[in-house]
């Protein structure tokens, strides 16, 4: 009976064994598709471990990577640029770049073929790998698919975005050329909302103390609104529609611009071809942005001749009789982007850019050349929300009113004239320099009285209402200025007594109500300009 029960039982496992290699014999080939293409290798992929095997070389080349083979150690290379991978056949230790990782499932060799584990390799290759379980198919999907797909399938989405830009501008100035040299810091940052075929974008950018008297920041916007363009005037903060009557200068209605051929004949498709010819394209796995997975896209164009694209650019332009083509000379020190895409390419969550470069005109040796370093980041959310457009309207004006502002204006230009006093006080500073305290304690002095009088003329103006607010800031700016050519003075003096270490302190002291002097001038300026501008005053 035992013998009998023993004979059963075996027989019960070989049935099951059989049916088991039967079942596995049955099931469908492993599909791999590179790029939405099936690859037709020489010798089948297959499923050991969970994981699914190929071979290494029909996969590596396919991503531009060079396959070595080390038959002594059992070692398979991959490079490709900097990028170097190493595998050992039955190991499960791989080195990434230097790095050492352990693999699911070791390399195998079949025949005269390794096969390596898709997914990890192609991952650290710069490709995205997903299974099909239904159809047992990889799909393997190159950076530059992944970015053409990118291009040629998103679709307009109402999304909220919001850029913050720093630019680094550095010019000398050529050899035999006098001039100053140029080293400025330049932040930006910009909210742009888009929802339908309607947009409004506000960019706010920062300028530096070289651009003007003192630093301060100007706001451009623009809006898309019912097909029709409108830009603000970044000074008196009216929106003047594009093309018509009163439309802004050069710019024409939208539906001209649509049918405008800018760039004539020349085919853009076939120049962004070329843009990414030279560009290396990888995918860096997935991560998460703002709590949705979002597939990382790198993109670096540091090789790119951006020279030769410009010359053709600017080769299909129109340009007025005499005047020739540009040549541009562009040394690229880095050019990276980077794009955090939901997986269906369907919408991109972040954007990230980081260029250095120099740029020069090529056929012109005194032109300057400036370098250029630029650092940005751009986020972007789904909205469902209409937008909230301002008042594109012009303001209106009764003739009583255009003729207060005008009255005050003129008395303005001609009571409280700023050019006087600026004059004064650029005579002041150059005293330091040649040690003429005296001279220097004297230009203080007049500098000082010259914004008293100012204050004294502004005092006795009635402001129309526009103008009001603009009225108090500039006379807070004089007072302001006179402290500040008082406390120099005092420091000019002290220096002609001898005393200089008192000199310096109350120097120091002066210089900064001297830059907060300025600072209020300049706004207060803006403010009596803008004011000014509403009502067309210049």
């Not at 059992?74 to 770049?97: A, C, H, M």
């Not at 070791?106 to 898709?118: C, E, H, I, S, W």
């Not at 209409?386 to 003739?399: G, L, V």
């Not at 002066?510 to 207060?524: E, N, P, R, V």
Request: charged letters at 20%.
């Amino acid at each position: 009976m035992r013998r009998f029960a023993g004979v059963f039982l075996s027989l019960v496992l070989l049935a099951a064994m059989a049916a088991t290699g039967s079942a596995a014999s049955a099931a469908p080939a492993v599909r791999v598709l590179f790029d939405e293409q099936e690859v037709q290798f020489d010798a089948s992929p297959f499923i050991a471990e969970g994981q699914t095997l190929v071979p290494v070389r029909a996969l590596a080349e396919r991503l531009g990577f060079t396959v070595g083979w080390d038959e002594r150690q059992q070692k398979v290379t991959l490079t490709k640029g900097e990028s170097t991978i190493l595998l050992w056949v039955d190991s499960r230790k791989v080195v990434v770049n230097g790095t050492e990782a352990t693999l699911d499932v070791a390399p195998k060799q079949l025949g005269n073929r390794t096969f390596v584990p898709v997914r990890f390799v192609a991952e650290r290759l710069g490709a995205r790998v997903t299974w099909d379980q239904n159809q047992r198919t990889v799909g393997v999907t190159s950076g530059k698919a992944f970015l053409l797909k990118l291009i040629s399938q998103q679709k307009p989405v109402d999304q909220k975005m919001t850029m913050d830009l720093q630019m680094h501008l550095a010019m000398k100035s050529p050899a035999g050329v006098k001039g100053d040299d140029v080293n400025v810091d330049i932040p930006m940052h910009m909210d742009m909302q888009v929802y339908g075929k309607d947009t409004l974008i506000a960019m706010t950018m920062q300028l530096p103390a070289s651009m003007g008297p003192v630093q301060d920041s100007i706001t451009m916007q623009m809006a898309m609104k019912d097909g029709k363009l409108y830009m603000q005037d970044p000074i008196s903060e009216q929106w003047t529609a594009a093309g018509g009557p009163g439309g802004v200068p050069g710019v024409p209605d939208l539906t001209t611009l649509m049918a405008q051929k800018p760039f004539g004949d020349l085919d853009l498709a076939k120049l962004g071809a070329d843009l990414l010819k030279d560009a290396v394209i990888s995918i860096a796995g997935e991560e998460e942005i703002d709590g949705v997975k979002a597939v990382r896209l790198n993109v670096d164009l540091s090789k790119v001749n951006f020279g030769a694209l410009l010359d053709k650019l600017f080769a299909s332009l129109p340009l007025p009789p005499g005047q020739s083509k540009p040549s541009f000379k562009i040394e690229v020190d880095r050019f990276l982007v980077q794009y955090w895409v939901n997986p269906d390419t369907q919408f991109v969550h972040k954007n990230t850019i980081d260029i250095a470069m120099g740029v020069a005109l090529s056929d012109d040796a005194t032109a300057p050349s400036p370098k250029i370093a630029l650092k940005a980041e751009l986020r972007s959310r789904p909205v469902s929300e209409p937008i909230k457009f301002p008042d594109f309207s012009a303001p209106t004006f009764t003739a009583e009113q255009k003729q207060a502002a005008q009255t005050y204006w003129d008395l303005l230009q001609k009571q409280v004239p700023m050019d006087s006093c600026m004059m004064a006080a650029s005579d002041v500073n150059g005293h330091w320099a040649d040690k003429s305290f005296a001279a220097g304690r004297d230009a203080s002095a007049k500098a000082s009285a010259c914004f008293v009088q100012q204050r004294t003329a502004l005092a006795g103006l009635k402001p129309p209402a526009d103008f009001a607010d603009a009225q108090t800031a500039l006379k807070l700016a004089l007072d302001a200025s006179e402290k500040a050519y008082v406390a120099l003075g005092q420091a000019f003096d002290l220096a002609a007594k001898g005393d200089l270490t008192a000199s310096d302190a109350q120097k120091a002291d002066a210089i900064k109500l001297s830059a907060a002097a300025d600072q209020a001038l300049m706004q207060a300026a803006m403010k009596m300009i803008r004011a000014g501008a509403r009502y067309d005053l210049h």
